[in-house]
């Protein structure tokens, strides 16, 4: 009740999301299928050079020409810092609020997602076949049972295990 998106709306303000690529809220594309390989060939310098500037376009045009207060949480300031590395974005967006960037991981706090890093997960679950990550999926599953063997990683409460912190 207390979310961003809804404070911003009881405020006034417009609010548009964007569900990027691989999100169960973007599985419209206009040829491709969640099951073709070619579905998931893309990388976050696509989203950036593409999805972004298409999506921010797109409320551009229809809030009658008004730049964008933008906020990004992770992958979302990743993408717009993207953009304005290489100067592009500039003429739709009026201010950015860039929260929790994905840069370096050796920083983080929890054992799991380090592991994770280590490892190269997402390259492992590529070179299977699997090109979809589902954190509940029969694939996540058995390969938590395998990293939670580790003694020094706490699955008891997954979401302290990923994140690394805890909360009272």
Known sequence: KQSLGFILADGGFDV??????????????TSL???????WNWTWDQL????????LQHVY????????????????????LAAFSEHRLLHLVRSAVLLCPIAYLYKTKSKLTRLA?????AEAFHF???REFNPVGPVSHEILLIICGDPEIDCYDLFTAVMGIFLA
């Open 16 to 29: 548009w999301f964007a569900n990027t690529r691989g999100t169960n809220s973007s599985r419209n594309h």
């Open 117 to 121: 890093t280590q490892i190269l997960l």
């Open 48 to 55: 950036a050079a593409y999805d972004l500037p298409a999506v």
């Open 33 to 39: 299928t969640p099951d073709d390989p070619e579905y």
């Open 61 to 80: 045009d229809h809030t009658g020409g008004q730049k964008v207060h933008y906020i990004g949480h992770s992958l979302g300031t990743l993408i717009i």
């Open 128 to 130: 299977l076949g699997y």
